[in-house]
């Protein structure tokens, strides 16, 4: 699981923002085809009930999700996949609600829990497939993005910070960034992002003192 968007809009929006969906990433280095896995999630009041829904290639149902504008079921590795429900329907909760992923199996791989959500606002994983939990602008099919301000206001502590940031260092993910957002030429993003392993240790300091500053950037 790598990112769920429950709560589109009431006016609508650009597809595939119109509609709820969950995107999956595969951080893994072989394709998986994920058709005949299994998304659920928690329906109901105080005594909820876990509800299954089958991923299937195409012509979703009420009790299926497929992929969003006719993409395959196969996940090449670092890819990402956006599904939908069946027949347009909302089915997850806007005031919270707990999402999990099985394989074909029915072996749980992955749970997420969420809070409330406002309109049109997404939970990500950051960085990418191994990351810790927030609610950024969704960016579905593509890397998830988010700010200091993100973190800060997802209630992690400073230390916690520091450690998505190294972990961002070693994934080589697009670094968070302090309002307004880092000059595209500033050269400690480059070398975050193209920066070869064996550079990364050097890098990583670097990149967490000037994320992490307070003085105005």
């Known amino acids: 699981l790598n990112e769920i968007y429950p709560a589109p809009p009431p006016s609508g929006g650009v597809a595939p923002k119109d509609r709820e969906y969950i995107e999956l990433y595969n951080n893994g280095n072989t394709s998986v085809d994920v058709a005949g896995w299994i998304i659920s999630e928690m329906a109901g009041g105080e005594s909820p009930t876990e509800k299954f829904y089958t991923i299937v290639a195409s012509g979703a149902g009420s009790w299926e999700m497929q992929p969003y504008g006719g993409a395959s079921t196969t996940i090449a590795p670092s890819g990402y996949l956006v599904l939908e429900f069946g027949t347009g329907a909302n089915k997850l909760n806007n005031p919270g609600d707990t999402v999990r992923l099985y394989n074909a199996g029915s072996d749980l791989l992955d749970g997420h829990t969420y809070p409330s959500t406002a309109h049109g606002k997404s939970h990500v994983r950051f960085p990418d497939g191994i990351g810790f939990w927030v609610d950024p602008e969704p960016t579905p099919g593509g890397e998830n993005k988010v700010s200091i301000q993100?973190?800060?206001?997802?209630?992690?502590?400073?230390?916690?910070?520091?450690?998505?940031?190294?972990?961002?260092?070693?994934?080589?993910?697009?670094?968070?960034?302090?309002?307004?957002?880092?000059?595209?030429?500033?050269?400690?993003?480059?070398?975050?992002?193209?920066?070869?392993?064996?550079?990364?240790?050097?890098?990583?300091?670097?990149?967490?003192?000037?994320?992490?500053s307070t003085e105005e950037i």
């Open 150 to 212: 993100d973190l800060e206001a997802a209630g992690f502590d400073e230390e916690t910070i520091r450690q998505i940031l190294e972990m961002v260092a070693l994934k080589g993910a697009p670094v968070p960034f302090n309002e307004p957002e880092l000059p595209v030429e500033d050269p400690t993003v480059e070398n975050v992002s193209s920066a070869p392993a064996e550079e990364i240790e050097v890098v990583a300091p670097a990149v967490l003192e000037y994320a992490t």
